[in-house]
């Protein structure tokens, strides 16, 4: 018979009251063998949740993750509607799930699946972010502070979230606003890892091929069957300039979509504000102030006024 094979989880989503449909197991001290600790079909009840305080992590059958998944996703939700869960620990669960599902994303663009696999995250970030006016606060503890495409990806997202929703986009449209954020790098998938990573500025022909990476991120996602234009442009268009010169397209005020000029500005503060090899970070005051007064043609200055505000209120709710 084949041996069964067993996956590690985040016994965090496990939370009391929600309803399994694959069966949970623990391993033993010595970890030579697995034992069921919850029946397929059944209630996390207050005793289980008891009992899981005490160990230290849950498996599943690997034949079962199809299903796990699902349960993932639907738990993200929930738990970031559930009051009992404190801001601080929603935000926490949120982003490293949100780690998990780009990190996957990044390593294979070309997977549908992989894309797919990112709206609940987006959704989960929605539902933490309007229904708890600390959540961006909390939430930008949080961020990673040193850069990488997929932590950047995050970064930029959850700031776009926060601005879409205080310009009063909603429902759906925050939603595509919200995965046209976490896309809008895939492009860089594309481009040389030393270049990505490079430890230094850029020299002019490395510029060069990093400067595909809006039309090649553009590509992939017409090759996934992406087909909403918010989404495409917000891909394409968040390096163009307000007042021309950006690229790919070099466009001008209002051929720059309104998805794209917000994850601009957003990428540019998450940019300022992270750590780089080759510069400390800088503080999101120090960071408004240099998009503010050196970013007048390159910025549309409407939305960074409003992502001013927006961080302000959150610094005072
Ligand atoms: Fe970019």
Do not use: W
Not at 9 to 16: A, F, H, N, Q, S
Not at 103 to 113: I, V
Not at 159 to 177: P, Q
Not at 307 to 316: C, D
């Amino acid at each position: 018979m084949k041996q069964k094979k067993y996956k590690r989880i985040d016994k965090r989503l496990i939370t009391e009251g929600s309803q399994i449909d694959f069966n949970l197991f623990l391993t033993n001290e010595t970890k030579t063998h697995m034992t069921l600790f919850l029946q397929s079909d059944s209630a996390v009840d207050g005793n289980a949740k008891v009992r899981l305080r005490e160990i230290e992590t849950l498996y599943i059958s690997e034949e079962e993750e199809d299903r796990y998944k699902v349960f993932v996703d639907k738990q993200l939700q929930s738990i970031a509607r559930n009051r009992e869960i404190s801001t601080e620990q929603k935000a926490r669960l949120v982003y490293e799930k949100a780690t998990e599902a780009i990190d996957s994303m990044f390593k294979n663009p070309e997977s549908l699946e992989n894309v797919k696999n990112v709206q609940p995250v987006v959704n989960s970030f929605i539902e933490i972010i309007l229904n708890d006016s600390s959540a961006v606060e909390s939430l930008m503890k949080i961020t990673a502070h040193d850069y990488y495409t997929h932590t950047h990806s995050i970064n930029v997202s959850i700031y776009t979230l926060s601005l879409g929703a205080f310009l009063g986009i909603s429902g759906k449209e925050l939603e595509v606003l919200g995965m046209a954020a976490v896309l809008h790098d895939l492009g860089k998938s594309k481009v040389d890892y030393e270049i990505i990573n490079k430890n230094g500025k850029l020299t002019d022909e490395e510029f060069a091929q990093m400067k595909h990476h809006p039309s090649l991120g553009h590509e992939i996602a017409l090759a996934l069957g992406i087909t909403d234009e918010r989404i495409l442009t917000g891909i394409r268009h968040h390096h163009e300039k307000i007042e021309g010169g950006g690229y790919p397209d070099n466009l001008k005020g209002d051929q720059i979509s309104q998805f794209a000029r917000i994850i601009g500005t957003c990428d540019v503060f998450d940019a300022l504000s992270t750590k780089r090899s080759y510069k400390d970070p800088m503080t999101s005051f120090e960071s408004l102030q240099l998009m503010k007064q050196q970013m007048v043609g390159h910025l549309d200055m409407d939305i960074v006024n409003s992502f001013i505000k927006m961080l302000h209120k959150q610094g005072k709710s």
